[in-house]
């Protein structure tokens, strides 16, 4: 059964009136929960649309300069051009991705962008904190395997994708260790390894889920104080 397309509100013409030449129109239909094709129909019947321009030497040369520097936005207006144009017209000249905030990269954070290639956040603390830049085949290991915790202390650097790999597989290693002392577990259900419960009942209750553990190794592990 044909389903019947709503009709464009005033205020959804007005936004896409206001964005259409400065945000793609990806961005546009999601914001307004419509489909894409629904909003450039919608601004050509605007007067939106303009016929796509050929691309000069001179534009591809001020994009080519601009990459990694400056935000696709600035460009557009520059060359009087749609923001989805010029991510396009990049990504045909090699030009991506283009990106230069701060945020994150594949999950890590980033301090930006330098030639479209990211710069992690992990490796620019270390590099201050040795003085240096790092070499392309040394690693930075996140002790605490949490990649958004970039404090210094937590970051160790190993000269090699080997000696990277040798210290993650310690981990399996000592995991037969931590199942018999009950520091971890394996959830079946879920199907995967969790830290142990820690209930504390009283001033000398000692938890329930894992066996009692040394003194010295439980304040390591759990923070814990003596009773």
């Known amino acids: ?71 696709l936005l600035d460009v557009a207006r520059e060359l009087d051009r749609g923001v989805s144009e010029i991510s396009a017209r990049a990504k045909h000249l090699g030009c991506a991705p283009w990106r230069t905030r701060k945020g994150t990269h594949s999950g890590r954070p980033v301090d930006g962008f330098a030639g479209g290639k ?60 931590l199942l018999e002392r009950g520091i971890i577990k394996f959830d079946f259900d879920k199907g995967i390894y969790q830290l142990c419960e820690i209930r504390r009942a009283s001033m000398c209750c000692m938890p329930t889920t894992c066996e009692r553990l040394p003194s010295p190794l439980w304040r390591r592990i759990f923070g814990a104080t003596e009773q």
């Open 1 to 71: 059964m044909r389903t019947t397309q709503r009709r464009f509100t005033p205020d959804e013409d007005g936004f896409i009136r206001a964005n259409y030449r400065s945000m793609p129109a990806r961005d546009i239909a999601q914001h307004l929960d419509r489909p894409i094709n629904g909003v450039r129909k919608r601004a050509a019947k605007l007067g939106l649309s303009v016929p796509l321009k050929r691309w000069g030497d001179a534009e591809d040369e001020i994009i080519r300069a601009a990459w990694g520097s400056r935000q």
């Open 118 to 177: 990211p710069i992690y956040t992990h490796r620019t603390v270390v590099e201050g904190r040795l003085g240096r830049k790092l070499r392309s085949d040394e690693i930075v290991h996140h002790i605490d395997g949490n990649k958004h915790n970039n404090d210094s202390a937590n970051l160790y650097v190993f000269p090699s994708r080997a000696a990277h790999r040798k210290a993650h597989s310690t981990l399996e290693s000592i995991m037969p260790t």
